[in-house]
């Protein structure tokens, strides 16, 4: 049989994860490739064996635990390093994530991804899902739930792909600006028209 994918993802502080959520409510499962970018450097792996003989023992936590802040330092600026590290975690994580999605028993699954569009992840779906709000709402959201400053928060969205291309390339747009009851009245909306097209692909 084969499977419909629904690719779904947003901005920070967009509330991809509110909106996620509500869909493994509905019993549709949600394969999150940022669970499973931990998981693929999780201690004894051998992509984070591979990271520490690269970048030091200084790479990682007491507990031997991957410390993603030093990592992101590490590459922010160096592109040879963040080619090096895309480069061994890339294939990885894309071999757990349509892993994941073939097993998956729900009538159609979720890949949600922050980076669909950039990494291309969009070829994995039948259909893309794009949660949207102003950047202003953005920062706001952010700042808030993660106690940063909004010089950090706007460093992090202008690093993103911006909120105009994001729009062009979805095909679906759910728009999280408003009340959560707003939010999850579409998206309920959204979720009937999904099982149609799956009921569609998969013939029943």
């Known amino acids: 049989m084969k499977k419909w994918v629904l690719g779904v993802t ?11 959520k509500e869909f493994e409510r509905l019993g549709i499962e949600v394969i999150d490739a940022d669970i ?3 998981d693929v450097v999780a201690v004894g792996s051998a992509a984070l064996e591979q990271i520490k003989l690269h970048f030091g023992e200084t790479i990682l936590q007491h507990d031997g635990t991957l410390n993603r802040a030093k990592l992101r330092e590490r590459i922010f600026s160096n592109e040879l390093e963040k080619h090096w590290l895309n480069n061994l975690l890339h294939p990885l994580i894309r071999e757990k994530t349509l892993m994941a999605l073939s097993s998956s028993q729900s009538p159609y699954s979720i890949l949600a991804a922050p980076l669909l569009f950039e990494n291309q992840l ?12 102003p950047e202003e709402i953005q920062l706001i ?3 808030e739930r993660d106690q940063v400053s909004e010089q950090q928060v706007k460093a992090i969205i202008s690093a ?6 994001k729009r062009a390339l979805a095909d679906d747009i759910l728009d999280n600006s408003n009340a959560l009851s707003q939010t999850y009245t579409k998206l309920k909306e959204l979720h009937e028209f999904y099982l149609r097209q799956a009921r569609l692909v998969s013939g029943d």
């Open 141 to 143: 959201r952010t700042v």
């Open 10 to 20: 947003g901005g920070i502080g967009a509330g991809k994860s509110a909106v996620t």
């Open 36 to 38: 499973i970018a931990r």
């Open 160 to 165: 993103q792909m911006s909120r105009n291309e």
């Open 122 to 133: 969009q070829k994995f779906c039948q259909r893309t899902l794009l949660v949207d709000v």
